[in-house]
């Protein structure tokens, strides 16, 4: 197993929270990359294949993975590879995770392509999309216009 290097842009300390017995943590978009905490084992990290200057950090999380990224010193992106079906804890995690990064503020559905959605917060600060299989990402406005 190789060594993983230290990126001094992403010295990860937030608690993270998990009111609603879901077992994933979660973050606040934007934090400053100082006051993140990584949540489980570092198994890789290196740069964005999209957007430059951008640094993404995978964690390994019960159930699956967590991917943060930081760009401009700020997380600007957190995504969830957590496999979990059909069940109550599948839908209790999904509500979970959309009331908190929508802080409040409606998800609009911008799309359905029968594999997942797509949506834009109403605010038009954040994004956010699911499969219904497997993952859900949160990323802010600004980074959609840098990795799309």
């Known amino acids: ?16 929270a998990d009111v609603h017995g879901t077992g994933v943590p979660v973050f606040r978009l934007l934090s400053a990359a100082s006051d993140i905490d990584g949540p489980g084992d570092l198994v890789w990290e290196g740069p964005h294949q999209k957007a430059q200057g951008a640094h993404v950090r995978r964690f390994r999380i019960e159930p ?5 990224t930081v760009w401009s010193g700020r997380l600007h992106e957190v995504i969830y590879q957590t496999p979990v079906g059909y069940d109550d804890g599948a839908r209790l995690q999904h509500a979970f995770l959309f009331e908190h990064y929508g802080e409040g503020v409606a998800w609009n559905e911008l799309f359905d392509n029968g594999f997942g959605k797509s949506y834009l917060r109403a ?7 699911w499969s219904n299989v497997d993952f859900h990402a949160f990323w802010t406005e600004a980074f959609h216009a840098v990795k799309w």
């Open 1 to 16: 197993m190789s060594a993983i290097s230290r990126s001094p842009c992403v010295a990860i300390s937030i608690p993270v």
């Open 64 to 68: 699956g993975h967590l991917l943060l």
């Open 123 to 129: 605010d038009g600060q954040a994004h956010a999309s």
